[in-house]
């Protein structure tokens, strides 16, 4: 089957040439469901190459291996508070008093074939997952992708990263070891801290006071069935509304904003999209594989009065954690109501963070006044206001992600723990800032270099 | 560049040559299965099965496949200004909804009923916080033993070390965990009304941080500071266990103590407040 042959095929077979199996199949479906039409023009549509368009589908994908391997694991997983003795390959542990989740995660790991290979790759599949949608979220956001006529695939994608932090962090909190508790046990105090209804909350998630035994199972089925469950809705609707808008482009050649500039789905771009979905599972499996993740038996079971130093989460919740590290320790009882010191660090500012975040179109529109439709993208020097912006914000996450290790970057540093944290109090105020200046300051001097070349597209 | 049947392409000669190597990585992973598995060995070979398979079907689409690069047009993506109108007619007319105001309201009335009842269901998930956030299992009388069960002496615990304990006949339990530390008594300075409670230098604190709630672990002797590792919260043992850096927001409980005279520790009541982190009517 050679090139020539493929691209001419529905030509040459479609008049009265001998007709073969994959046309009978073909009018066969078509006459019981019409759905030809839209086949044709599905696999006829057009895509605009540039490598950063891949990056969603780099997302897409880690989630295609996270359901492959968390199938996998299902079937040995059991989401279970109740305490068993150990008495597996692990000499360290035998004897000790686990819970059956543990002991299962502790069989998926020495007992069951290719089970850490899998155990090992859907971890890594997790990280990577949440890393690419963030990449992609950059990309999207400092081309200006999100503009009109995108907004509403802009507060999907939203929905579906925030699912992606609940799925992680669940799957996280599964295996009930050391490290999972007591990521679990600082959840709970967050959820608590809310004036007014957090007990309510806190009982209503957990079950009641911290722990709970009810907990496993039901973090079990927050993290197999209900958020899987949404986000393959969410990513339906993310590509729907993706294909009914046609993808945007960057200006240049022939692309304009009337028009898309790319191939055809089918086949070039179905066949890379292809090898690319097998490639990032080459790549996660040689890492699951290679790399050891989550070791739980080195943490050792959850017990509620033992913690491990340093307590580190998964990179993703790293900036909360940062967050609840550089809060001030501001406690006040204001008429009778406290206030816990968590409620600002744990609560406000994500909300406010994630809230502005997920209407971030719609304050651009409102400032710029621009509520025009666009499928041309811009490059990011061509906003500096919102290139100052994204880029601030990011320095801020990094500067909390940083501070979410500032135990472990401490003893690296040789310093205090407690100058580094003092420092890094001053920095998440005076880094975004500084960042942002910089990147305005670049994107204004990129811009104005352009302007100097004549441009033919206005 | 495109490979007829006699003269095959070297690119065509790689692809299958990438193919083949997915097809022997397989039949190896399927070896290593037999033999007992290895977690290296399987994700190499898995990786290797894969990644040809990849890069062969990529080179494919790159290489051997005919892909011009079109120009599509875009077309307007509303409708047009009477399906609109249209579909609004046919959601709100046809079906009387702006004609019989009377119904629709009481149709709401009727959902607003029912989502109401059946949102009932949903406080089974958690009983109503009551007073257990308030108290612990510790009581007066109960003596402290440690997570084995068995009561602490005043003998086995050096000065500036410390001890995880719990009432007797609760041992592990979560909310009750408390750190007994034993410093010279000279150094205490605790509140004049809390002096009593912390019997020839031993003191106990509660272990649950009173920022998150994980479980205080860190004791700097030199320094006298309980540390908690989550956060860093810093407690001066010396002072009631105030907080003395980092983000806690209140010291961590102190449980009334007196020494018996074999030794072992008995609790003289509960803590005097929650034990853990904040929540809005703890105060009350």
Redesign the interface.
Known sequence: M???E??DRPRVRGGDAAETELDRLVAWLDERTGLAGVARSALR??FPDHWSFLLGEVALFCYVVLVATGVFLTFFFAADSRPVTYDGPYPPLQGAQVSAAFDSVMRISFEV??G??MR??HHWAAVVFVAAIVVHVSRIFFTGAFRR?REVNWLVGFTLLILALLAGFTGYSLPDDLLSG?GL??A???A?????I???L??????????TVELLGRLYVFHIMLIPALMIGGISVHLLILY???HTQFAGG?AR????????FW???A??S??????T???L??????VQINPVWVYGPF?????????QPDWYIGWL?GL????????P?IL???????FL??IVIPTLLFGGFAIWPFIEARISGDHR?H?LLQWPWQAPVRLAIGSGILTLFVVLTIAGG??VLAVFLHVE??DL?STLRILAFVAPVVVGLIAYRLGVERRRRDAVVPETDA | M????PGRSRVEWVVAALFGVTALAGLGLLVV?VL??Q??????L??????S??????M???D???????????HP?EAGPEVPADLEEALAEESGFTRRRFLVGMLATALAGLAAALAIP??S?????GR??FTTAWRPGKRLVG?DGVPVRAGDIPVDSLV?VFPEGDP?S??S?TLLIRVPPDQLRLDPTRAAWAPDGYVAYS?ICT?????V??YRASERKLIC??????FDVLTGAT?V??????PLPQLPIHLQPDGTFVADGDFPEPV?????????
């Open positions: 050679t090139a020539p493929m691209a549509k057009v074939r290719a850490l290979l090992q790759i006529p007591t046990r600082i709970y105090s967050v608590e801290s809310i004036p007014f957090g007990p309510w806190a009982y209503l998630i957990f079950g009641g006071e911290f722990p009914l808008q046609k022939r904003e009337s028009n898309v500039v790319g191939r055809h086949p070039g771009q066949f890379r292809t090898g690319l979905l097998i490639l599972a080459a790549i499996a040689l890492v699951g594989g290679l017990v509620p009065y033992a913690v491990s130093s340093p307590a954690e609840l590290r550089l809060g001030p320790n501001w406690q009882t009778g109501v406290t206030i816990p010191t968590v660090p744990g439709e499928h500032n135990d723990v407690e944290t | 495109s490979g007829s049947a299965y007992g598995g977690t290296q060995v399987e994700g190499v898995l990786a290797i099965a894969l990644g398979l990849g890069i062969g079907i990529v494919w689409a790159q051997l496949m005919i892909t011009p690069v079109v120009v599509e047009e875009r993506l949903v406080l998930l958690g009983p109503a916080p257990e956030l997570a995880t592990g979560a909310d965990q272990k920022h998150a709630g994980c479980p672990g860190l590792p989550c956060h860093q919260s810093t907080p850096f980092g983000p806690a927001g209140r853990g982190p904040a929540f809005w009517n703890e105060r009350s």
